[in-house]
């Protein structure tokens, strides 16, 4: 997914100046609090902070006016219009030079918690683009999908894991507008994937984070024409979401409260949590019980089952002694390589051969994650490279890649009730390069592992918009675990 804010058919003609429709630099829809900044310069001229407003569903913000709006959220399929005021409007089919700058924070991914009642730190997102644009009034075509795809094999009781997939794997298409919910989920019937279906709420629920009646009738309908299954119910849990402070114990418990009431009515039988705080979990598991609920905290990358973070996780599930309580397994935990498809990502960004073979050189160190990006960060500083020139990339490369060897999930593996089966490509022999799948099928199986395997493909975090087809790899991937695990043989 490119990192922009704006596209190809982002420069609209508006009776004031000019608009630009912009897209959520992110895939997960966020809250207008989290935009820090905003700047706009058109034929080299910078647009005055005064001159520019922010459009979102009929209300129009001044600039200073967004970080107070934390309870407005920017859906992910939400395309606002940002209006430059000028003596003279552009007109339809005009050639413009547009630049934008724009700093955003992610307010579900905490560095540190706040202070003395003061906001956290957060891992930010920056975005600098130019583009040379036409004056348009109407959003860009999708691209035709390919349709002719043979079906896959039927699934069998011998097979030991059930698949399906998480929607999130189509996060750039369905941010783009290609497909609406109805279209997407017959994107992935038709191509055969399934039966497991899996969301986060951030990302597809339009009243995020309330469950509402229209998309629950939707939801059900979608199911019962394809035929699919309720696998996994995914929670953020936006700690920043206020500029000023962090969420208190009781706004982090309402909140949960929310995403457990929207699991219910969508029938879910898991959510995968973002916090496994002892004293939110003992205020939450009266409700999971009551709702037979599931919770599932998420081990990602860079942590493996055996990570201190992990660990206190484990003890806290030991003190609480609930069989409701387990953890999601991540594979982007358990990598032996940088992806590819990141390489690329970071290469077009600017950075040269050397820089990412230092990159890698110091991903595979056994240091910190804080450590290794502030050592790279380090690095490009001293070779006067911008870090913002990669985005989020400077630390999502860390924080996103772990190398975990894969046989430590065997330590928990009774405790693992949904797998994401992360991956970022698959290659021409049907690999994928980066995570070893016959090896976590072996793991898997070998350890009696019987839930869902839910592909996750988060290519989209460094590929192009249109640059791949990512429900056919999807395909590709469901085709080679159905092939590593109908090949493994007890010994």
Same mark, same amino acid.
């Given at each position: ?7 190809? %058919?982002? @420069? /609209?003609?508006?009776? #004031? *100046?000019?608009?630009?429709? &912009? ?5 997960? +829809?966020?809250? $207008? ?16 902070? %005064?001159? @520019? /407003?922010?459009?979102? #569903? *009929?209300?129009?913000?001044? &600039?200073d006016?967004?970080?107070?709006? +934390?309870?407005? $959220? ?29 700093? &955003? ?31 348009t ?17 039927p ?89 000023d ?25 898991l ?15 009266p ?119 894969p ?17 970022y ?20 199986v ?29 395909r ?16």
């Amino acid at each position: 997914m490119p990192n922009g804010l704006i596209a190809e %058919d982002s @420069l /609209r003609v508006h009776p #004031d *100046g000019f608009a630009l429709s &912009l897209t959520l630099p992110w895939y997960r +829809s966020l809250w $207008l609090s989290s935009v820090s900044t905003l700047q706009v310069w058109i034929d080299g001229e910078q647009v005055p902070a %005064d001159d @520019l /407003r922010f459009e979102l #569903d *009929g209300t129009s913000y001044a &600039l200073d006016e967004l970080p107070e709006q +934390s309870d407005t $959220l920017w859906f992910l399929q939400r395309h606002p219009l940002l209006v430059a005021a000028r003596e003279t409007p552009i007109t339809l089919g005009d050639a413009h030079e547009v630049t934008i700058f724009g700093m &955003l924070r992610l307010p579900y991914m905490q560095i540190a918690p706040g202070e003395d009642g003061g906001p956290g730190m957060y891992v930010p997102n920056v975005v600098r683009q130019t583009l040379a644009l036409t004056a348009t009034d109407r959003d860009a075509a999708p691209p035709v999908q390919v349709s002719d795809v043979s079906p896959p094999p039927p699934a069998t009781d011998a097979d030991p894991f059930h698949l399906g997939l998480t929607l999130y794997s189509a996060s750039a298409e369905f941010r783009a507008g290609w497909f609406d919910f109805d279209g997407l989920l017959d994107r992935v019937a038709e191509l055969g994937i399934g039966p497991g279906i899996e969301i986060v709420a951030s990302q597809v629920v339009p009243t995020y984070p309330v469950v509402g009646d229209d998309f629950v009738a939707q939801w059900r309908a979608a199911f019962d024409r394809h035929g699919f299954t309720a696998s996994s119910f995914g929670a953020n849990l936006d700690m920043g979401r206020r500029r000023d402070r962090d969420m208190t114990p009781d706004e982090e418990f309402e909140f949960s409260k929310l995403m457990f009431e929207g699991a219910k009515k969508l029938g879910f039988p898991l959510v995968r949590i973002q916090s496994a705080k002892p004293e939110l979990l003992r205020r939450l598991l009266p409700i999971a019980e009551r709702d037979n609920l599931t919770l599932a905290y998420e081990i990602h990358a860079p942590m493996g089952p055996n990570a201190d973070p992990i660990m206190k996780v484990r003890e806290t599930y030991a003190e609480l002694d609930s069989p409701l309580l387990g953890f999601v397994a991540d594979f982007s935990s358990t990598m032996h390589a940088m992806s590819p498809t990141l390489l690329r990502a970071v290469a077009r960004a600017g950075l040269d051969d050397e820089a990412i073979d230092t990159l890698q050189r110091i991903w595979a160190t056994d240091a910190s994650m804080r450590e290794r990006q502030e050592e790279f960060i380090g690095y490009l500083k001293g070779r006067d490279f911008d870090p913002g020139r990669l985005g989020a990339f400077a630390h999502l490369a860390f924080n996103m890649h772990g190398h975990v060897d894969p046989r430590e999930w065997a330590d928990i593996m009774p405790q693992i009730k949904h797998v994401h089966a992360k991956f970022y490509d698959i290659d021409e022999s049907g690999e994928e390069p980066a995570i070893d799948y016959p090896e976590h099928v072996r793991v898997f199986v070998e350890n009696g592992y019987r839930g869902y395997w839910s592909s996750e493909w988060e290519g989209h975090a460094f590929a192009e918009l249109g640059e791949v087809d990512p429900l056919l790899l999807v395909r590709r991937q469901h085709d080679l675990i159905r092939s590593a695990m109908r090949a493994w043989q007890p010994a």
